[in-house]
């Protein structure tokens, strides 16, 4: 059993800044890609950032220049430095990470229980 704790949500003013974290347990042999997602109410569930094992990585257009994602492979965690934030940003955020829970194992998707975010104007 893969477990992610999120942490680091809460109010903050436009403007502002958060820095989202996420520690993965339990049964883990191998993580490949970690990233976060948000889903706002109302809306779908939609991809802010992700990042490879290597580092690479990806972000939504709408947070380019302003979200940074960071990993520590040792720790199994992922990052989300999120600045300049805007009302529109206001979501509950979810940790994803993409792995296996035995060497035999087919790749899956685990799930955090999600941080809320919320940016007031």
């Known amino acids: 059993q893969v477990q992610l704790v999120e942490s680091g949500g809460g109010l903050v003013q436009a403007g502002g800044s958060l820095r989202l974290s996420c520690i993965a347990s339990?049964?883990?042999?191998?993580?490949?890609?970690m990233g976060w997602y948000r889903q706002a109410p109302g809306k779908q569930r939609e991809l802010v950032a992700v990042?490879?094992?290597?580092?690479?990585?990806n972000y939504a257009d709408s947070v380019k220049g302003r979200f940074t994602i960071s990993r520590d492979n040792a720790k199994k965690s992922v990052f989300l430095q999120m600045n300049s934030l805007k009302p529109e940003d206001t979501a509950v955020y979810y940790c994803n990470a993409r792995g296996r829970s035995r060497w035999y194992a087919n790749e899956d998707d685990y799930w955090g229980q999600g941080t809320q975010v919320t940016v007031s104007s």
């Open positions: 990042i490879t094992r290597g580092g690479s990585t």
């Open positions: 339990g049964s883990i042999f191998s993580i490949n890609a």
